[in-house]
């Protein structure tokens, strides 16, 4: 989520930060397909960013990691929520946001790595690659 209501604003502020961009969708943001009528507001969202998708996988250094707003298993409430947008377990390390949490590394029901990097788990930074891949190869 890179905002929990004001969207544009927060479009303005990551689109003054340097580097290239990319987001991977949360719940809150408004052209999130859970948000009603989402695909109206994607258009913006390129203004900053390069890409804007429900998930991504990646190589880093010969490690396949998917990408997901939301993880394999788990949530901040006692059941997992939005099942229909959740990537499928099939055993590749994810990273995700979505459960707000402090936790920084956790195992799905299936027993696959996942990296929560909500900015909660990373002191309000963000999180970097280098340690989300040290995690996952620590695991």
């Given at each position: 989520?890179?905002?929990?209501?004001?969207?544009?604003?927060?479009?303005?502020?990551?689109?003054?930060?340097?580097?290239?961009?990319?987001?991977?969708?949360?719940?809150?943001?408004?052209?999130?397909?859970?948000?009603?009528?989402?695909?109206?507001?994607?258009?913006?969202?390129?203004?900053?960013?390069?890409?804007?998708?429900?998930?991504?996988?990646i190589n880093h250094k010969g490690m396949?990691?998917?990408?997901?707003?939301?993880?394999?298993?788990?949530?901040?409430?006692?059941?997992?929520?939005?099942?229909?947008?959740?990537?499928?377990?099939?055993?590749?390390?994810?990273?995700?946001?979505?459960?707000?949490?402090?936790?920084?590394?956790?195992?799905?029901?299936?027993?696959?790595?996942?990296?929560?990097?909500?900015?909660?788990?990373?002191?309000?930074?963000?999180?970097?690659?280098?340690?989300?891949?040290?995690?996952?190869?620590?695991?």
């Amino acid at each position: 989520d890179i905002s929990m209501g004001a969207w544009r604003e927060a479009l303005v502020i990551i689109g003054a930060l340097p580097g290239v961009k990319n987001l991977v969708v949360g719940n809150h943001d408004r052209c999130s397909p859970a948000m009603p009528n989402g695909h109206n507001y994607v258009r913006p969202y390129y203004a900053v960013f390069e890409s804007v998708v429900q998930s991504l996988a990646i190589n880093h250094k010969g490690m396949q990691i998917a990408m997901s707003h939301y993880p394999y298993s788990g949530d901040h409430t006692d059941e997992d929520r939005h099942a229909m947008w959740r990537l499928t377990d099939t055993g590749v390390p994810l990273v995700h946001g979505h459960t707000h949490s402090t936790e920084k590394f956790s195992l799905s029901t299936k027993g696959t790595p996942q990296v929560n990097v909500s900015l909660e788990a990373w002191d309000y930074h963000p999180a970097p690659l280098n340690e989300v891949h040290s995690l996952l190869l620590a695991s």
